[in-house]
């Protein structure tokens, strides 16, 4: 690539690439769907990944590997041992140490051209709303129903698009809200009853289709950001890893839809935990006392 | 006639392990009935108490979900695909 105010990004003003950068990022630039331009698109973009876990991992880091400026990582949990035979972001001598540390870490040593913002606390309805609207994007790497409801509700409100993707098993589902075309109230109204649908803590999940799954998210948010290809709106991928089949359902707004339907019925966000007849979650004191001190 | 079912990882511990289970039904609910006598306790997996399919299932029927067509009244055809489908929480 020769240099230049177009060939380094330097047009639509701001800082032009570094050298550094435009080697980093020369096999991106050189795609005529990416070039320069895109280039700065991605390092302009903010994104917000909930989880640093089995999903969060691979899609923080391929938003960082990409450049794109700012990641923002919400979690609160402590890296365990057997969270290391699928969450890429962690690794042995993290074991025990805030996965938002750890994770942080790993996505400087990656690239320390991007920013990575950390929210050490539970995403909830008094915080969810503050957090989301500092980023462009949205991406769903959560564990539980009732954070996935509070996330959708949240990015909807906010006008935000929403990059859904979760797991168990062999099995991945990922898709793309944009509000105006669905929810995902619309593809699941309601959660099922607590104890029917099991955690991958407890039935288990390969750890190579977080990775499948992840990638999936991460390149959709690259088609937000970038504006290209035809995204996963309206639709619904489904991943069998045993099978290798990959399935495209149809996704459609409901218009009885309580939060994005005709005549909504919810209009700010709920108690999710209620919503979901779960427990309410039990956040260590220790977090607490970190999270009162942070930046929401 | 028969339509060939196809049953996520989740619920193939009830169903022998088989990823593809072919049945006889002209609807869909037929073919829930067909399904819950070859494996039975599939009711369980997608009916409530009330018999109602629970808002985190849904049922495709050539990719399509059912609420947007006849619900579980949805017509078959020779060589249709159903497909069950739960919503999965995991993340981490």
């Given amino acids: 690539m020769t240099s ?44 917000l990944v909930v989880g640093a876990g089995g ?10 590997l990409a450049g794109v400026g700012r990641v923002g990582l919400v979690d609160f949990d402590i890296v365990d041992l057997s969270n290391l035979q699928r969450q890429i972001l962690h690794q042995t001598q993290d074991v025990g140490r805030p996965k938002i540390v750890s994770a942080k870490e790993s996505l400087e040593a990656y690239n320390p051209h991007v920013t990575v913002d950390t929210h050490e606390l539970p995403i909830t309805s008094d915080n969810a709303m503050e957090i989301i609207a500092q980023y462009d994007i949205i991406v769903n790497g959560a564990d539980n129903f009732a954070t996935r409801y509070l996330v959708n509700d949240a990015a909807y409100f906010s006008g935000k698009t929403l990059v859904d993707g979760s ?7 990922a898709t793309v809200y944009k509000p105006g075309h669905g ?10 009853p607590p104890g029917l649908v099991p955690s ?17 998210q991460a390149t959709e948010v690259f088609k937000q950001i970038l504006d290209i290809g035809e995204p996963l709106v309206g639709r619904l991928l489904l ?58 | 006639m028969p339509v060939s079912v196809y049953i996520p990882s989740p619920f193939r511990r009830f169903m022998a392990n088989r990823e593809q289970v072919s049945v006889e039904g002209g609807t869909v609910r037929e073919v829930l009935d067909a399904l819950e006598r070859a494996y039975p306790g599939f009711d369980h997996l997608v009916y409530d108490s009330e018999r109602r399919v629970p808002t985190h299932i849904n049922i495709y029927v050539n990719n399509r979900e059912i609420h947007g067509l006849a619900g579980t009244e949805t017509s078959l055809s020779d060589g249709d695909q159903v497909a069950v489908i739960p919503a999965l929480a995991g993340g981490a």
Avoid at chain 1, 24 to 41: A, D, E, T
Avoid at chain 1, 55 to 64: E, I, M, T
Avoid at chain 1, 200 to 216: F, H, M, N, R
């Fill in chain 1, 167 to 173: 797991i168990l098993l062999f099995d991945g589902q």
């Fill in chain 1, 4 to 47: 230049g105010a177009s060939e380094n990004g330097a047009q639509g003003g701001g800082s032009a690439f570094t050298p550094d950068e435009v080697m980093r990022y020369s096999r991106h630039m050189i795609m005529g769907q990416v070039g320069p331009v895109g280039q700065r698109q991605l390092r302009n973009a903010s994104v």
């Fill in chain 1, 239 to 296: 991943i069998d890893a045993l099978t290798m089949d990959f399935r495209m359902m149809k996704v459609r707004r409901d218009p009885a839809c309580p939060l994005c339907g005709d005549e909504p019925s919810i209009d700010e966000l709920i108690d999710y935990d209620q919503f979901c007849g779960t427990p309410p979650l039990i956040v260590p004191e220790e977090v607490l006392q970190a999270a009162r001190g942070a930046p929401a």
């Fill in chain 1, 200 to 216: 991958c803590a407890e039935a288990g999940v390969l750890g190579a289709i977080t990775g499948i799954v992840g990638s999936i």
């Fill in chain 1, 183 to 192: 929810c995902y109230r619309c593809l699941y109204p309601a959660p099922p």
């Fill in chain 1, 55 to 64: 999903l969060g991992s691979p899609v923080a880091l391929y938003l960082a």
